[in-house]
């Protein structure tokens, strides 16, 4: 038995929960696939997974063998990966986790320059609003907004994104441009925008120089995705409160107009972030400076664009 790929093959399937995806992405037939299970299974004298026809899952034996295994995994690619890029070619896969939003408008349309650099490395991305624990959810790095406080994280701020108040031409003709913060209280709808898990509601907080006003507001919606927070304010929900990079194609096509120009909101700070292991992977590494080098060549489009 190729005790190696034996522990992919099963790691593969714990993953994906299907032979036939991970005998594609192994490029192996399925019969070996399975007999490599099979062998597996046989040499630790367990069953790992519960086979249906429709289902596959772990048994308790194979969840807590895979709780161990899949770390073993991870540092021995860690290992060939760190030999490779001794010699310029990092090689293996490399699980990152962002938002909806940073993946589809930016990072995803500038992965070509990424995979023709580091063509030996498989990206698994995992795209939500939602936070992932990183040693739980075996993510090696992620994308986050906001300030980073956890101490067993390191988080490198790679840049800072800008927020507009806008709305569609027929919501303000129905109720009329607001002329200062507090109006937003008084006739106005917002859509708010709600973070999973706890609930709680992102707050509007605008200031112009000295002067500074916590917006309230009532909501008809809110929702906890980015993206649909944006349709919202497109389908003339409400006045939206959203990062500028996501509205300006909206703007410039007249379908949202930006209100209380003279008011702004702090920067919204990004970082990516992993964990603080002693010897950061190559695989990591690479990944962490491209997307850095990444936000500093987006810079002037991402944090200064017209309001």
Not at 43 to 56: A, Q
Not at 121 to 130: A, E, F, M, P
Request: charged content about 20%.
């Amino acid at each position: 038995m190729d005790y190696y790929l034996a522990v992919r093959a099963f790691v593969g399937v714990a993953d994906t929960g299907s032979f036939v995806r991970t005998a594609a992405a192994l490029d192996l037939p399925r019969n070996t696939l399975t007999k490599l299970v099979q062998s597996l299974e046989a040499h630790l004298g367990m069953r790992l997974f519960h086979r249906t026809t429709r289902r596959v899952t772990l048994t308790n034996d194979g969840a807590a063998y895979y709780a161990r295994i899949a770390r073993v995994l991870d540092e021995w690619q860690d290992a060939e990966s760190e030999l490779s890029a001794a010699h310029g070619a990092p090689r293996g896969r490399l699980r990152v986790d962002m938002g909806t939003t940073m993946a589809a408008l930016l990072v995803i349309p500038a992965l070509p320059d990424f995979q023709a650099r580091y063509p030996g490395l498989q990206l698994d991305i995992g795209v939500s609003d939602r936070s992932v624990d990183l040693v739980h959810d075996r993510v090696d790095c992620v994308v986050r907004g906001g300030e980073i406080t956890d101490p067993s994280l390191i988080a490198r701020r790679i840049g800072t994104l800008q927020y507009v108040l806008c709305a569609t031409p027929d919501y303000l003709t129905r109720h009329g441009t607001p002329q200062h913060p507090v109006d937003l209280d008084n006739g106005h709808l917002l859509v708010r925008y709600f973070f999973a898990g706890s609930g709680r509601k992102a707050p509007i907080e605008l200031a112009r120089r000295d002067e500074k006003v916590v917006v309230k507001g009532q909501h008809f919606l809110a929702v906890n995705d980015s993206n649909a927070y944006l349709a919202a304010g497109l389908a003339g929900l409400g006045i939206v409160h959203t990062l500028t990079f996501m509205a300006q194609p909206h703007i410039d096509a007249g379908r949202l107009v930006p209100i209380l120009p003279d008011w702004s909101t702090p920067p919204h700070p990004m970082s990516i972030v992993y964990l603080p292991n002693r010897h950061l992977s190559a695989r990591v590494r690479v990944f962490v400076d491209w997307v850095a080098e990444l936000f500093a060549k987006l810079g002037k489009n991402v944090e200064k664009i017209r309001p």
